[in-house]
């Protein structure tokens, strides 16, 4: 006998139709409000507030490597920096934030909502540019559970993560963090001069309560030793529900 619940609904001619969303409503665009985390804060971005710094964390890098795969950048001097952010990081979408160090208080990356569309529940996250003070720290990690915790308290439905299919460093962090593949676009996107195939995942409302359960754990201190190593992976404490 067929499971009632993995039956699909048919509507009166006969048709699957899915699922009803009867208690469901639209939730609000983002309000601009600081997410406040145990290792950084995640702050609206402001050229004024923010810019020196990001730039000066960005300088870090020996190389141009953190660029590749963005859209925007690299750029030759701040002053270039700072007319790109004040270009295109003030509208509503993409909404644009800081993370901030704590307890330096400094801001050491960039990360984004994009395509954000109540009407159906479904948001972005992306544009991400972490500073090497940043990158692979438990606060990278903390920065993508507030945007990803804000974003399903505001009760959107769906969380996604795109990328070039070539960005090897982005499809693993994509992976680790809870995302299912969904699929590849093919030639998707021109930028740079170049051709994009983006990689497509996402996590939905339904698997949030697990994936936030292993944040929660992994990001608690009793998880690093006095070096600062995990102890547990996101991915044991995902498995271990």
């Given at each position: 006998m067929?499971?009632?619940?993995?039956?699909p609904?048919t509507?009166a001619?006969?048709?699957?139709?899915?699922?009803?969303?009867?208690?469901w409503?639209?939730?609000?665009?983002?309000?601009?409000?600081?997410?406040?985390?145990?290792?950084?804060?995640?702050?609206?971005?402001?050229?004024?507030?923010?810019?020196?710094?990001?730039?000066?964390?960005?300088?870090?890098?020996?190389?141009?490597?953190?660029?590749t795969?963005?859209?925007?950048?690299?750029?030759?001097?701040?002053d270039?920096?700072?007319?790109?952010?004040?270009?295109?990081?003030?509208?509503?979408?993409?909404?644009?934030?800081?993370?901030?160090?704590?307890?330096?208080?400094e801001?050491?990356?960039v990360?984004?909502?994009?395509?954000?569309?109540?009407?159906?529940?479904?948001?972005?996250?992306?544009?991400?540019?972490?500073?090497?003070?940043?990158?692979?720290?438990?606060?990278?990690t903390?920065?993508?559970?507030?945007?990803?915790?804000?974003?399903?308290?505001?009760?959107?439905?769906?969380?996604?993560?795109?990328?070039d299919?070539?960005?090897?460093?982005s499809?693993?962090?994509?992976?680790?963090?809870?995302f299912v593949y969904?699929?590849?676009?093919?030639?998707?996107?021109?930028?740079?001069?170049?051709?994009?195939?983006?990689?497509?995942?996402a996590?939905?409302?339904?698997?949030?309560?697990t994936?936030?359960?292993?944040?929660?754990?992994?990001?608690?201190?009793?998880?690093?030793?006095?070096?600062?190593?995990?102890r547990?992976?996101l991915?044991?404490?995902r498995?271990?529900?």
């Open positions: 067929a499971d009632p619940s993995t039956t609904r509507n001619l006969g048709q699957p139709i899915g699922a009803a969303l009867d208690d409503e639209a939730p609000p665009h983002p309000p601009r409000t600081t997410l406040h985390g145990h290792y950084c804060d995640v702050e609206p971005l402001e050229p004024d507030r923010h810019a020196v710094e990001l730039h000066a964390a960005n300088s870090l890098s020996p190389d141009d490597r953190l660029w795969y963005l859209g925007c950048g690299p750029f030759e001097s701040f270039d920096y700072r007319g790109w952010m004040l270009g295109a990081c003030l509208g509503d979408d993409p909404q644009f934030y800081a993370i901030v160090e704590k307890p330096t208080g801001p050491i990356g990360a984004s909502y994009l395509r954000i569309t109540p009407a159906v529940g479904s948001i972005e996250v992306g544009n991400l540019c972490f500073s090497s003070r940043l990158s692979q720290r438990p606060a990278a903390e920065a993508m559970y507030l945007l990803m915790r804000n974003a399903f308290d505001l009760g959107y439905r769906r969380y996604e993560w795109k990328c299919s070539l960005n090897a460093p499809r693993s962090a994509a992976e680790r963090l809870g969904e699929g590849l676009f093919r030639q998707a996107i021109v930028y740079k001069g170049r051709n994009r195939d983006t990689a497509w995942y996590i939905i409302d339904q698997e949030w309560p994936v936030s359960s292993a944040f929660e754990r992994w990001l608690s201190p009793e998880n690093f030793d006095d070096s600062g190593t995990q547990h992976s991915a044991a404490l498995a271990s529900g």
